[in-house]
């Protein structure tokens, strides 16, 4: 994330500094095509921060940026008002998911935020655009997501589809109820929204039960994350005890039956992971995968209802800061030691930069 401290710019100022940024951009992708192929993620959040940092000069934003880490939207913050959040694409279109609808991560002190798209494939280029202007419509990878398309025409975003605006929607208590209203009236005969069968939040048993083989790769996504985020004590030793109670989920609450659920969450061996607080070398897998999935965890602690939490976290209380309060839990089921606690519980909150 990139902060700017000047409280003063306008948003025609911003939007002057944006397309200076994108200018800068393009003409240095010109002559480092490689370079940029190589970029992804945080790496290319620093590229834009560079970017940002040397359109500034002579600007009233000038001297008042600063790069922060972190899983918060957007990706940059100007004055606490304006907003850029960084997204880009390997292939050679403009097209990419973005981020929750659920905006449950969002500084909320931004209104207005520009999304900054980075074309890696060749040739690699770059793009700007208010945000709304360029949502196109809805996937899902856990929750709903919006799907960009840089190159969206006037009264062709989802906003335009649904009939509410970008800023009616993110300030509604569940924006997923309009959305999945208006792709339940798009349903072919025999078609269902798995991800919003229901506006009320009681369980209900399902009439059906499915094998995990026969999941769509976003609803194995789903429930993994899930996994993670209710049963921290999956990343436990016990291999005979640590998935029963999710296995038990899984069959009673959801309808699925997960024959082979040890390789979900423990295959593979050892992997390195890169963190905002530095590298850490060769830990077990089952870290990478939490690593991948940061997001998405961070997205479900935040929206979960905290009695939801209560039952599955076994905990009276839950804390305000529910992210630190789910790595303590899983470092305590994961380590056999106080200090393998204490590297564990560091590590996670290295990957989450807390």
């Not at 100022?13 to 490689?34: H, P, V, W, Y």
């Not at 940059?76 to 390997?90: D, L, M, P």
């Not at 921290?232 to 009673?252: C, D, F, M, N, V």
Request: net charge negative; with cysteine; glycine share 6%.
């Amino acid at each position: 994330m990139i902060i700017s401290e000047n409280n003063k710019p306008t948003l025609d100022e911003f939007r002057q500094l944006m397309i200076k940024t994108d200018s800068m951009l393009n003409q240095e992708a010109i002559g480092r095509e490689d370079y940029y192929k190589g970029r992804n993620g945080t790496k290319l959040e620093e590229d834009v921060y560079d970017a940002l940092i040397r359109c500034a000069m002579y600007t009233p934003f000038e001297g008042t940026i600063q790069l922060v880490s972190g899983a918060t939207f957007p990706d940059i913050v100007a004055n606490k008002f304006y907003g850029v959040e960084v997204k880009s694409t390997n292939k050679n279109h403009w097209k990419s998911i973005g981020s929750s609808i659920l905006e449950s991560t969002r500084d909320q002190n931004v209104e207005r935020i520009f999304l900054t798209f980075g074309k890696l494939g060749s040739p690699v280029a770059f793009k700007s655009r208010p945000y709304e202007e360029c949502l196109s419509g809805i996937s899902v990878t856990h929750y709903p997501r919006y799907q960009i398309d840089m190159e969206l025409g006037v009264g062709e975003t989802i906003f335009d589809k649904i009939g509410v605006s970008y800023d009616e929607l993110r300030k509604m208590d569940n924006p997923v109820v309009p959305v999945s209203r208006y792709y339940k009236q798009q349903l072919k005969p025999g078609e269902s929204l798995w991800w919003a069968d229901s506006d009320v939040e009681e369980t209900v048993a399902p009439p059906t039960v499915k094998l995990w083989s026969a999941l769509s790769p976003e609803e194995k996504n789903f429930y993994t994350v899930q996994g993670y985020a209710l049963f921290p004590e999956i990343l436990g030793h016990s291999s005979t005890k640590k998935y029963q109670r999710y296995a038990l989920w899984l069959a009673t609450n959801c309808g699925i039956i997960n024959t082979n659920i040890r390789d979900q969450f423990s295959a593979g061996g050892r992997v390195d992971i890169v963190t905002p607080k530095g590298v850490f070398e060769r830990v077990p897998a089952v870290y990478g995968r939490i690593d991948r999935y940061q997001e998405l965890i961070v997205e479900t602690l935040l929206s979960s209802n905290e009695a939801v939490l209560k039952e599955y976290w076994q905990h009276l209380t839950i804390s305000e800061n529910r992210l630190a309060h789910w790595c303590q839990l899983a470092a305590t089921a994961a380590g056999t030691s106080k200090e393998e606690c204490a590297q564990i519980y560091n590590l996670l909150k290295a990957i989450f930069n807390i």
